[in-house]
């Protein structure tokens, strides 16, 4: 029996998690899916949002400028890409003027700092790319953007070193608290714990009915979709370029990313299965055509890829934080900005729990593993010495993001490790380029089963179901010899 079970592995699972592994008690992260961040997390405009849009008084408030002033801190002791970017909320008319003033009044009553509103002049100065025919901007040098599946993979390990266990492909069916303990019913049997924490995403809310009794929380399944652009030899924007807020969300946004592409995007759709984040001819369309009132010269003739993430959206609109029944606490309704929230969610449900639970530091909690400076951004002499280390530094697997053979077999070796493609792709970025995998798959797979010590046959695209390959050529061929 575990001391702590938390169900739900994404960003906000994996903070809570790396928070309480500083105390003596036997913790354990579920989620149905195969690997961490498989969920909100992975897919999403991977932004540390400043705090102005979140309406004052509310948890998500608090918790979202709270946690963007964690960050830096927090990505620096991860090894994680963090940029502070600044972002552009930009007004085309007189009327979307009224809204910027009152994020700027929003954004001064959260605290967020150094906000200001500026007119069409300085704003092409900025960004000379933006739509002429804008009117003003709101501007926050403080928004950041980040690698949301790197800071899930990072605090992962860090949790894991310090202890946590891991448990991929269970879906919760029920639970019950029975005699001081909860039994939590999985599709591969059961866990047991003293507490309970609910860090579900989009199944959060089906959990905090459960847990306190009550059908008190409801979720929306709320569908985006973007496009991802190549590397352009200059970023056409280095900030994070939004239009105007709507209460579906905060809009189709231009923004670079941490690696140095465009993301376009998102839509905002809601749908009512969680797992829907198929992309639609008709959802990519209006992503182009909202992302031509900010960028006119806009194209996606360069798109590498397109995708949809999914936002957990609970009706009454705030975060839903803290203690829900007898040792059992929720982290629910964490649609954006849950990302930039996440440090500090996980803070405030340590706080909680170790009170209520009377739980005791350790005396040592180990550091964060350290992670290598990616070969594709070493210098020719740093490039020699890793090569000089370790000689798979100099076999490329991946041409398109230059990711060597040693960075590969490191991320199926790290604590929480790959275990399939999409896993050494989102740990790497060996697959994200302009081919897609093309050039690269055939050996990643190699690799995989060497690692995994497993037949080529058995390595998934993302978990099983998703096998790459059903045969040998071998066998192929016997079976066309004995005509079959």
Known sequence: MNDILIIGSGVIGLSTARALSRYKASIRVIDAAYDVSEGCSKANSAIVHAGYDAEPGT?????NVRGSEMYPDLCRELGVPYRRNGALILAFSEDDRGTIEKLYQQGITNGVKELRIIEREEILQLEPQTNPEVVCALLVPTSAITSPYEVCYAMADHAAVNGVTFGFGECVESMSYEDGVWHVKTSTGEETARVVINCAGADSAKFHNQMSGKEEAKIVNRRGQY?????PDVLPFDHTMFQC?????????????VHGNVLLGPTAEDVDDPKDVSTTAEGLAQVVKAC????????????VTNFSGMRAHEVHGDFMVGKVCEHGYE???MESPGLSAAPAVGEMLEEIIAREENLEKK??????????????????EERVEAIRKDPLYGKII????VVTEAEIRAAIRRPVGATSLDGVKRRTRAGMGRCQGGFCSPRVVEILAEELNLPMTSICKGGPGSEL????????????????
């Not at 948890?59 to 918790?63: F, N, S």
């Not at 807020?245 to 990313?257: C, D, E, F, H, S």
């Not at 593993?369 to 020719?380: A, G, Q």
């Not at 390959?469 to 079959?484: C, D, H, P, W, Y």
Request: proline residues 9%; positive net charge.
């Open 469 to 484: 390959l059903v045969g040998t050529i071998q066998e192929a061929m016997g079976k066309e010899a004995a005509g079959v």
């Open 227 to 231: 496009y991802i652009l190549d590397h």
């Open 363 to 380: 005396e040592c909690w180990l550091p964060a593993p350290e992670r290598p400076k990616p070969f594709n951004e070493m210098t020719d």
């Open 292 to 303: 031509k009132l900010t960028w006119p010269n806009v194209s996606v003739r360069t798109a």
């Open 398 to 401: 991946c041409r398109c993001e």
């Open 331 to 333: 982290a629910a309704g």
């Open 245 to 257: 807020p709507t209460k579906m969300g905060k809009g189709i946004l231009v923004a670079p990313t």
């Open 59 to 63: 948890l998500k408030a608090r918790l």
